[in-house]
């Protein structure tokens, strides 16, 4: 849908004089400033231009490689309705990655670079799938930890100055509070069963809420894209920013449940009304992004299995497209 008209020509970034050049650029920040969406023909900087593709690209690899930690359950429900639902989430997946993909499309890159790239390793998404998933209470720790994480992340992406991203994001984000409700839903079950099923809730919640809180990316301090992109309002809010609203909205949630934040120096500040958290081992997200995480090898392992897989079904599509141009060719004739 984002793809439309993409082979006309439009306002592309070619070597300008300086004079010039500066002023585009200026012209440009100003509609970023007014809030005006920028669009695909519209003129952008250049580095505008890749911090989106590799920004749209790495969420869109996140999405494709996130179904599958929660597919891994699929088979292995504990009912049919927790089937079906589990289903329908990792297929809701599946097509944010294809909203995305869409997406960054409209920047000039090919879906099948992106692909490739995803499968040579060379390019990263969110470390948080990087992570095993060995019992079912997983499944419901993913949905409200990561699934929340994710939307306080991409609600401001409704927002970007990019107009295809910002209108993905819509889409995406009222599914993503679904998926967000449906985690959640399945910890309560969780936290209020047996004895058994209350330490598998507590259990998952130990595993995944500092991954949750690697989610948002590094410190503030180290970050190389935040100043840039919040000036070009791709981004709304600093990583700290987005990972101090998460806490302080799931903190309260998991007191509900009944179940402890596995941080011992938690604590509530009340001079600035926030929580105020331990460290994050950043060496530990830093190898998982390196491709050292539990998980790593087996998820790219499975992207490049499907990707062979599915040679089939590109190449059938292909011929029948073909097919189908000659068919018109001949009764244009």
Known sequence: MY??????????????????????????????????????????????????????SQHAHSEIVGMLPEGNWITRAPSL?????LIAKVQDEGGHGLYLYSAAETLGVSRDEMFQQLLAGTAKYS???????????????IGWLVDGAAIMNQIPLCRCSYGPYSRAMIRVCKEESFHQRQGFEIMLRLARGTTAQQQMAQAALNRWWWPSLMMFGPSDTDSTHNEQSTRWKIKRFTN???????????????????????????????????YRCG??????????????????QERLAARRRAYEEGQWVRE??????AKQKLRTGRAAA
């Not at 309705?81 to 639902?85: A, D, G, H, P």
């Not at 470390?127 to 720790?141: C, H, L, M, Q, R």
């Not at 190898?287 to 539990?294: A, D, S, T, W």
């Not at 059938?316 to 497209?321: D, E, I, N, V």
């Open 279 to 296: 460290e994050i081992d950043w060496t530990e997200f830093k190898n998982v992004l390196k491709g050292h995480g539990p998980c790593n």
């Open 316 to 321: 059938a599509a292909l011929a029948h497209a």
């Open 81 to 85: 309705l927790r089937k079906s639902i």
């Open 3 to 56: 793809t439309q008209g993409l082979d006309s020509p439009g306002t592309v970034d070619l070597p300008a004089p300086a004079a010039d050049r500066q002023a585009l650029e200026r012209r440009f920040q100003a509609r970023v400033d007014a809030e005006e969406k920028i669009e695909p023909k519209d003129w952008m900087p250049d580095a505008y231009r890749q911090t989106l593709i590799r920004q749209i």
């Open 127 to 141: 470390s948080i799938f990087n992570y095993p998933t060995p019992t079912w209470a997983d499944v419901g720790a």
């Open 240 to 274: 700290d920013e987005l990972r101090q609203k998460f806490v302080d909205f799931t903190v309260p949630q998991a007191d509900f449940l009944g179940l402890k934040i596995p941080d011992p120096k938690l604590r509530w500040d009340e001079a600035s009304q926030h």
